[in-house]
């Protein structure tokens, strides 16, 4: 690693991609899973990558994670599956539902493949935009790996931030990509304000009395805003239910907080729907139609004070782009995490 | 129809289907337009429903609609379509989308069917409850009839309300359906808290300053306000994208606001996508899983001053059964316009 604290990606791969061989992993899964993590970290979704690597070997140590999983196909048709992941990791099982959806996309012009006995499989962009690399629309839902959220009125943690990400394709200007959160803020993003120390904004979370909390030491006292109220409460539950009810996974009361406990099964569950445009328009056209939509949003007059008006991916894109180019950087306490994580593991470090 | 203002469901849809009848539309399209129509107001969504009716033989009588458009399959798979809605009405021409989605779903598991050369097609769970009624889950998307939002940070009207609907079955509980806008309010309330005389909450509108917009007399200085900010303006963009963009419909300032112009063609886009649950699961245990959901959800402790936990369907199917049982209540201004209306075409009043 340089002195300015940043990696290159191919080397943050190989890395993840060792230790993963050392937990045991074959060797071409864990490129799998070591590409899809470096990819999250390139893209800035730090939250998201190799941060999560440690978390991860302690499950799969503790025996709550199967490193060489028998993916089944539990039901089957033209147009849809129903995987089973056996329990191995998210990426892994993830990467393969949607190879599989892509593939009778291809055929079908719109593939819905649902998974169970999953586990957390790093960012919803990931898997939406692997269809958007060849001409289709990638659409991906996710039971959260923690309850964050009570229904609407309620106080009882049975739902988790469910996210949704769709990716669509362009010609010039980068893919249109939304990954987000049903709720206002992620966990994650209450987790990082209370390491560096800082207050939350109003409309993160309330507490149980429905007041503002903004302290994000008391997090336990409280609980995340959906968006929009009673409709952010409505996508998060219904999202949940495809993404778990539909498929056997966990949902409600049945959600293992995968941070408080490394050892149960978790029964996570995603779906990825891939839409191939040629189904229903010429691709090239719509590409360009896209980037026509870019053109439409960028032009807009704006309000006093907004420098830029921004599409969903902007960010994403510049980031891939300069973190390609300039390394993907570790702050010292993960750089430290990894060091002992190699050590403990017996391969080389970072 | 009644003293207290009330008419039978069987009533209304009869009294839609003669006037849409007496503007040229064959029988069986009147019934089936009608029924979707008067199923609006059975369901509480009254600006929705009858309300329209003036409006849409407005557009008829200037030539903006087609009474006898001749549907066709522009693009076909196994699992997908899209279709030319000859500028019929919105609710025929996705009538016929959602019977062919349900068509498909049945063989291949899962279908999206997209329309171009729609029109509006009153309330997007309509369409999404329709494959509820055979053990699949319903998922409908559409561009709205008019812009009334920016992107974020901008001023220029590009956007519009861009609804999802999804409905799924259930056992004993009544169906969960979500039927949303991606803004905070729908504009329809923003006009029904003008009718009334009211002013708005803060947070459905802002003004081009970004200050908020309460007064809905002022509307027209102002624009709605997406759900979760940038998130809402996501959602509306990708749905939007999906519905309209992908399809060949209208998007952006390709969108005609069919309030202010009765004879341009609209180019209303829809998608509705149908999931079969055999796919997946068995769907006696899948709906008696959603039915878990609901016990799940209402037996949530809760918040100070909330007298119940409610979920998405519930007063819908609460206010469908209320309807059903004493009618649907006309206000006493609507029932002078329809009055009016049956007058103009030479048929039966309600």
Same mark, same amino acid.
């Given at each position: 690693m340089s002195l300015n604290q940043t990696v290159a990606h191919a080397d943050l791969k190989a890395f993840i991609a060792r230790c993963l061989g050392a937990c045991g992993m074959p060797e071409s899964d864990a490129a799998t899973v070591a590409g899809l993590m470096a990819q999250a970290d390139l893209m800035g979704q730090d939250g998201h990558g190799v941060f999560r690597l440690p978390m991860y070997i302690k499950r799969i140590h503790a025996g709550g994670m199967n490193m060489t999983p028998n993916f089944t196909r539990l039901h089957e048709r033209p147009a849809t599956a129903l995987i089973d992941g056996d329990n191995g990791m998210g990426h892994l099982v993830m990467h393969h539902a949607t190879e599989l959806a892509m593939q009778k996309a291809r055929g079908t012009g719109v593939a819905w493949v649902g998974a169970r006995h999953s586990n957390h499989a790093g960012p919803a962009s990931l898997y939406a935009m692997m269809p958007a690399r060849e001409n289709m629309i990638g659409l991906y839902l996710a039971v959260g790996s923690a309850n964050h959220m009570p229904p609407w009125g309620g106080t009882d943690m049975l739902l988790s931030t469910n996210p949704i990400a769709v990716a669509l394709p362009s010609r010039d200007f980068p893919p249109i990509v939304l990954d987000m959160a049903t709720t206002v803020a992620a966990y994650g993003k209450v987790k990082t304000a209370a390491q560096r120390g800082e207050m939350m904004p109003e409309g993160w979370m309330i507490d149980r009395d429905g007041k503002p909390l903004t302290d994000p030491n008391r997090a336990a006292d409280g609980f995340l805003l959906p968006i929009g109220g009673p409709k952010g409460y409505g996508l998060s539950l219904i999202f949940g239910i495809l993404a778990g009810v539909l498929n056997g996974a966990a949902f409600g009361r049945d959600v293992v907080d995968f941070n408080a406990d490394? !050892?149960?099964? !978790?029964n996570t569950g995603h779906v990825i729907l891939a839409l191939d445009i040629a189904a229903f328009a010429d691709p090239v056209k719509f590409r360009a139609d896209i980037d026509d939509v870019w053109r439409q949003m960028k032009s807009s007059a704006r309000m006093t004070g907004v420098d830029e008006i921004r599409l969903p991916g902007e960010r994403l894109n510049k980031v891939t782009r300069d973190r390609t180019a300039q390394g993907i950087p570790i702050p010292a306490p993960l750089r430290e995490t990894l060091a002992d994580l190699a050590r403990d593991l017996g391969v080389a470090a970072l």
């Open positions: 490394a !050892t149960s099964t !978790t």
